[in-house]
């Protein structure tokens, strides 16, 4: 059993940074894939980034690439995602997943774990 707690979100102007972090309980966190989604408000939830076990291979939705950073600390059971030069569009609520087969990019459906989410409103 993994759980999933999000933390990081909140409010910043259009063009601003935030970094969102997820720590995972259990011995097993390096056994996982890792990835970020989001849902905006009356839209399906969508994949923004994936990172591997070890960390060595990365993927991003074509809307986030360039912008958005994912990376993780085995050592600390924890995946961050940078997110830089955000937009309006970038708010959603996003979650943390995590995944015991490394998918690019990672389908919702394959999640083993989701964490509950958490806030992240871009104004303009």
């Known amino acids: 059993q993994v759980q999933l707690v999000e933390s990081g979100g909140g409010w910043v102007q259009a063009g601003g940074s935030l970094r969102l972090s997820c720590a995972a309980s259990?011995?097993?966190?390096?056994?996982?894939?890792m990835g970020w989604f989001r849902q905006a408000p009356g839209k399906e939830r969508e994949f923004v980034a994936v990172?591997?076990?070890?960390?060595?291979?990365?993927a991003y939705a074509d809307s986030v690439k360039g912008r958005f950073t994912i990376s993780r600390d085995n050592a600390k059971n924890t995946v961050y995602l940078q997110m830089n030069s955000l937009k309006p569009e970038d708010t959603a609520v996003y979650y943390c997943?995590?995944?015991?087969?490394?998918?690019?990019?990672?389908?919702?459906?394959?999640?083993?774990?989701w964490g509950k989410g958490t806030l992240v409103t871009v104004s303009s």
């Open positions: 259990g011995r097993t966190f390096s056994s996982y894939a």
């Open positions: 997943a995590a995944d015991f087969s490394y998918r690019n990019p990672m389908y919702s459906k394959g999640v083993d774990y």
């Open positions: 990172i591997s076990r070890g960390g060595g291979s990365t």
